[in-house]
């Protein structure tokens, strides 16, 4: 299995402009989870979703952030306009039912958003 | 609820001594616990878990970490550091039973001096 793939492995782009990043899960798994890891904050956990659907979202920063699950292999993360703010590593993990939870989650390797 | 508190946010040793990660929880429902590793410019590597069997869990690269209800730890060991194990080290807790969201620690970096 090629694990979990994210991309872009590195963005760079300008305050204001829209940034799409990209997860595609293990195949299998049906809990997908969005992460960002900053100096300040260290791992914060924005959403996740289980078979598609969007069971929690309460970590998501504010109305600029969004996420989508369209289907079981492919998941997008959202950034409508970026601020110098929101510049920090984003990881995607995957994890399957049952007993997903001892299990642990699978990472992929991460984007580094940089906000200018 | 859950959480996981990692004592010290920096841990330096010398190449040969023993490694120790500290990692206390607090769940108020039987937890799993995890160890995970990040080597720079990666993501996060499982590195060895509890899920309730037997409690002193070995893990790769020679880590072991056991459980102490007691004492509501689960610290990281590792009885001699090598070089490559510099990286940073995170603690995760979650619940055995429904939702099943990691709750991670801020992490510990571990620099092994040669």
């Known amino acids: 299995d090629a694990g979990v793939i994210q991309s872009p492995r590195h963005e760079v782009t300008e305050m204001g402009q829209e940034v799409t990043l990209r997860c595609k899960p293990i195949?299998?798994?049906?809990?997908l989870f969005w992460y960002r890891q900053t100096m300040m904050r260290g791992l914060e956990l924005l959403i996740y979703?289980?078979?598609?659907?969007?069971?929690?979202d309460s970590g998501m920063p504010e109305d600029r952030f969004s996420a989508k699950m369209p289907n079981a292999s492919f998941s997008t993360l959202k950034i409508q306009p970026s601020e110098p703010r929101d510049s920090a590593v984003y990881f995607c993990?995957?994890?399957?039912?049952?007993?997903?939870?001892?299990?642990?989650?699978?990472f992929g390797s991460g984007t580094r958003l940089t906000v200018v | 609820a859950q959480s996981v508190t990692q004592l010290g946010s920096h841990v330096s040793v010398s190449e040969g001594a023993l490694v120790l990660l500290r990692c206390n929880y607090s769940s108020s429902v039987p937890p799993y616990l995890f160890w995970y590793v990040q080597y720079p410019n990666q993501g996060l590597q499982l590195l060895l878990k509890?899920?309730?069997?037997?409690?002193l869990v070995k893990g790769i690269n020679g880590f072991e970490a056991e459980f102490k209800k007691s004492e509501t730890s689960f610290h990281l060991t590792k009885p001699s550091a090598h070089m490559s194990d510099a990286a940073e080290y995170f603690c995760a807790v979650t619940k055995q039973t429904g939702a099943n969201n990691l709750f991670f620690g801020t992490g510990t970096r571990l620099t092994v001096i040669p």
């Open positions: 979703f289980n078979n598609n659907v969007p069971i929690d």
């Open positions: 195949s299998g798994h049906d809990y």
């Open positions: 509890y899920t309730s069997a037997a409690t």
């Open positions: 993990a995957s994890s399957s039912s049952p007993g997903q939870g001892r299990r642990g989650y699978t």
